[in-house]
Nanobody
């Protein structure tokens, strides 16, 4: 059974940093793009970042561009999200996901992703 487990969330002051991790198990993920999404209270889930299966191509939401970096370690079946210069508006539950298509491009929409983690809470205080 495919399982994604996020970790690294927490409470941080504005301007601080967090590094989220997402460990995948139960399947082969080295050929699939992986992404991060987030959902703030009262809002729909939104795209944050994605990385292709090789780790050579990334895409970011405009709201986080320049402050966030996605990376992956295929040997460990893990994807990371380094978040710097955090703002209160970054407060949300962050989810990682694995896309549906092997050896395909990166995607920014939820419908392209098949497996999802349970999420990790990130809270940024002003």
């Amino acid at each position: 059974q495919v399982q994604l487990v996020e970790s690294g969330g927490g409470l941080v002051q504005a301007g601080g940093s967090l590094r989220l991790s997402c460990a995948a198990s139960g399947g082969t993920f080295s050929g699939y793009a992986m992404g991060w999404f987030r959902q703030a209270p009262g809002k729909e889930r939104e795209f944050v970042a994605t990385i292709n299966w090789r780790g050579t191509s990334t895409n970011y939401a405009d709201s986080v561009k320049g402050r966030v970096s996605i990376s992956r370690d295929n040997a460990k079946n893990t994807v990371y999200l380094q978040m710097d210069s955090l703002k209160p508006e970054d407060t949300a539950v962050y989810y990682c996901a694995v896309d549906r298509c092997r050896y395909c491009s990166t995607y920014t929409t939820e419908d392209k992703y098949e497996y999802w983690g349970q999420g990790t809470q990130v809270t940024v205080s002003a």
